[in-house]
């Protein structure tokens, strides 16, 4: 992939966070200094963008919240962070306090903010472990790394080995990893095409095709392992700001978006030191109290239910719903939303 192939998908991306920031998704006053060119993205563009910002600024501000009583220095290490906007959301709310945020990516990269990196060795292990040696004194304090739809470019084998080397050598770390799965539907052999012609083929999607996949690519050198589907996690949200998404635009695509969510994934990965110091932390869904690994995967959201209305009018008249029990509601309390089929 050529470095104008990056460029692209980068200032790709930073136009779609800058929309969704721009109609109200998610609130976020720096992305639009990263954006040469301002565009309005379609309705389905901005939502899956909002869940994706959502998404990673949750477990940003959960591990953060998990490790401020320690009074210690902590770590957030972003991996090929381009035009990434975090540091400066959270340091403007002031929840950087005796944390280091490292980005580590190329140099003009990092310097400028001018491409976001997708395929490099930098993130390979021997090369991270020359730049931390310079940048982290304390190996043992806390620290998240995270990757957002970055190592999926890297060749398996590489993207492994950073992994493994990461849970070695860090005894108190979280690994943070949002990209795609779910490649042999009919969407997800359209999204690899996509991103193929865009000279960006996903490289780790055919070895971790389904999340139970990924799940396991974390059984060694992890001992916990939250993953949510992007329904899943929009589902776990509350109510008022469900309702709050869902009236900023008209939007009717509701099939096209639960298919894009169930394509995509966030995965919070809690080294045994993480989990024994921080054993009630749950970075990807906020819950009062704590819980068991078996009371953790019931709890798991299910995906949206898709039905098809009832109705005597022919097929292309008939409607489908997206039906989504109320959290804490009666049994029979819904909320429907409506879509019209073509014929």
């Known amino acids: 992939m050529s470095e104008k192939q990056v460029q692209g998908t980068n200032d790709s991306s930073i136009v779609s966070k800058a929309s969704a920031v721009e109609r109200g998704y998610f609130d976020d006053p720096f992305v639009s200094l990263m954006v040469r060119k301002r565009a309005r993205r379609a309705p389905l563009i901005n939502r899956g963008y909002y869940i994706r910002m959502k998404a990673m600024d949750q477990a940003l501000q959960n591990f953060i ?46 310097a400028n903010k001018a491409r976001l990196i997708q395929q490099s060795e930098l993130l390979t292990a021997p090369v ?25 470019y890297v060749a398996p084998k590489h993207a492994d080995q950073l992994i493994n080397w990461i849970s070695q050598e860090f005894p108190c770390s979280v690994f943070l990893l949002y990209e795609q799965i779910r490649p042999y539907d009919g969407f997800g052999v359209i999204m690899c095409q996509h991103f193929k012609g865009l000279g960006s083929r996903l490289k780790c999607i055919e070895k971790y095709p389904y999340l139970a996949d990924q799940r396991e690519r974390f059984s060694v050198g ?14 776990s949200l509350d109510l008022a700001e469900r309702c709050r998404v869902e009236h900023l635009e008209v939007f009717d695509e509701f099939e096209e978006w639960w298919a894009k969510c169930e394509h995509y994934f966030v995965l919070a990965a809690h080294t045994a030191g993480f989990r024994h110091r921080h054993h009630r932390a749950r970075l990807l869904v906020r819950r009062h109290g704590d819980c068991g690994e078996e009371e953790e ?23 489908r719903v997206l039906v989504r ?8 309390q819904f909320r429907l939303h409506w879509a019209g089929l073509s014929p």
């Open 222 to 235: 992890w001992q916990r392992v939250e993953a949510l589907d992007m329904n899943a996690f929009y589902r």
């Open 325 to 332: 029990p109320l959290p804490g509601g009666c049994a029979d």
């Open 65 to 110: 919240s998990a490790t401020s009583a320690e009074g210690q220095t902590r770590y957030i290490i972003s991996l090929g962070a381009g035009f990434d906007t975090a540091y400066f959301r959270l340091k403007s709310k002031g929840l950087l306090d005796g944390i280091y945020y490292i980005e580590i990516d190329y140099y003009d990269v990092v």
């Open 297 to 319: 995967a019931a709890a798991e959201p299910p995906c949206w239910r898709m039905q098809q209305g009832l109705s005597q009018q022919p097929l292309s008249n008939l409607a």
């Open 128 to 152: 991270l472990a020359a730049c931390l040696r310079e940048l982290v004194p304390d190996w043992t304090a806390p620290a998240l790394f995270f990757s957002e739809c970055v190592l999926t």
